[in-house]
Structure formats: structure tokens, C-alpha cells
T-cell receptor, first 110, second 113 residues
Framework: EDQVTQSPEALRLQEGESSSLNCSYT??????LFWYRQDPGKGPEFLFT???AGEEKEKERLKATLTKKESFLHITAPKPEDSATYLCAVHNFGNEKLTFGTGTRLTIIP | SAVISQKPSRDICQRGTSLTIQCQVD?????MFWYRQQPGQSLTLIATANQGSEATYESGFVIDKFPISRPNLTFSTLTVSNMSPEDSSIYLC??????????FGPGTRLTVL
């Protein structure tokens, strides 16, 4: 069974203080790993897709990286508007389903 | 990516009643999914909505409780039947791409009293 574990559960940072969120996964055949941002009361917003170990994607202050066992979402010099829950999900070659982690709730303090 | 809308955006319902949630996409898509997100929890897949055939349900979810329709490639409905307070959640539809990515609608926040 596919498993996704995200850490930390919650993270509070000062504005400008860089950090990383972790997503560890176990999947029999990784087709893709996805990062989403979710604001309270809204649907998840797609951020990145990573397909193979060593791949990196960037968008503004966010950079996602992938190894064979985990993915990191690096946040550089965050701003208060980066506050949200960040979700990680894996896609198995065997089916069309996504398995989600429980998310990291990020708060950026001005 | 496709634009996805859901109706209603939120509702408050009485125990024992049913609510039908609509999901509309602005382009034809093959894969559509329905998820539940209980308070403070992550997303749990309810079922895959198949066009022209019965939905495929995940373990723990049954058709009698969550009937799904998919009459065409741009529209689907999820009904939450005989509701109880435990059904209070955000219900989300998503569409899938050939690359395995999924894009989500804005969600329907359901409160059952």
C-alpha cells in the first residue's frame, strides 16, 4: 500500500526565514509526486509535478526536489502570503489514484 | 489547466436528508474524481466518476451512501445520502490529466446538524 508522510505537521517562521518541508513516500512504482497548496476552506492548488529522482522545479520562492525516498519543498525568504497548508501526493503506476499526505501547516509571521 | 466549478459552495443540512453536489468543467476530461476532506484531515478519495458506466468506489465508500452520476465528459454529481453529523466535510471534485496530475475544484463545505 502506498504511504506518504509529511513533516513537520506545523511550522511557524518569521518573514524572510527560509526552511524546508519534507515528504517521505513508499510506493511500488512512482509515476509522479505532486505538491499542492491549500488555503483554508478552498480546494488544493497545484504547484509542482516531479517524475524522477534528481528532478527540481521552481516557482517564485518555492523549489521542489525529489529523491528515491523523499521530496523537499524549499521555501526561500517567505512572505506572509505563503502561509497555507502544503500537501504532497504520490501517483502509482498501477492505478490513477493519488495518495495524499496529511500536510504541513505553514505560518509566516510578519 | 481546466476551470472547475462546484455547486453549492457550502450548505447546512439536517440529519437524514440528502445533498447533491455538482461539478462542472470547462473542457472535456476523461478522469474525474470525488474526494472528502474531514476537518483537519487530508484528502480521501471517495470514487472515480466514470463516463457512461458506474463509478468505482474506494474501500469504505458505497454507492447507496454516495451515488455518483457522470452523464458526459464535463459534468458529474455526488450525492451524500441520509446524512449524519459525521458527513460534515469538504467535498472536492478533481480532474485528471494523461500525465497523472489532478486539478481540484473549489470544494463544497457541508455541515450536517
Amino acid at each position: 500500500e502506498d504511504q506518504v508522510t509529511q513533516s513537520p505537521e506545523a511550522l511557524r517562521l518569521q518573514e524572510g526565514e527560509s526552511s524546508s518541508l519534507n515528504c517521505s513516500y513508499t510506493v511500488s512504482g512512482l509515476r509522479g509526486l505532486f505538491w499542492y497548496r491549500q488555503d483554508p476552506g478552498k480546494g488544493p492548488e497545484f504547484l509542482f509535478t516531479l517524475y524522477s529522482a534528481g528532478e527540481e522545479k521552481e516557482k517564485e520562492r518555492l523549489k521542489a526536489t525529489l529523491t528515491k525516498k523523499e521530496s523537499f519543498l524549499h521555501i526561500t525568504a517567505p512572505k506572509p502570503e505563503d502561509s497555507a497548508t502544503y500537501l504532497c501526493a504520490v501517483h502509482n503506476f498501477g492505478n490513477e489514484k493519488l495518495t495524499f499526505g496529511t500536510g504541513t501547516r505553514l505560518t509566516i509571521i510578519p | 489547466s481546466a476551470v472547475i466549478s462546484q455547486k453549492p459552495s457550502r450548505d447546512i443540512c439536517q440529519r437524514g436528508t440528502s445533498l447533491t453536489i455538482q461539478c462542472q468543467v470547462d473542457s472535456q476530461v476523461t478522469m474525474m474524481f470525488w474526494y472528502r476532506q474531514q476537518p483537519g484531515q487530508s484528502l480521501t478519495l471517495i470514487a472515480t466518476a466514470n463516463q457512461g458506466s458506474e463509478a468505482t468506489y474506494e474501500s469504505g465508500f458505497v454507492i447507496d451512501k454516495f451515488p455518483i452520476s457522470r452523464p458526459n465528459l464535463t459534468f458529474s454529481t455526488l450525492t451524500v445520502s441520509n446524512m449524519s453529523p459525521e458527513d460534515s466535510s469538504i467535498y472536492l471534485c478533481s480532474v485528471g490529466t494523461s500525465r497523472g496530475e489532478q486539478f481540484f475544484g473549489p470544494g463544497t463545505r457541508l455541515t450536517v446538524l
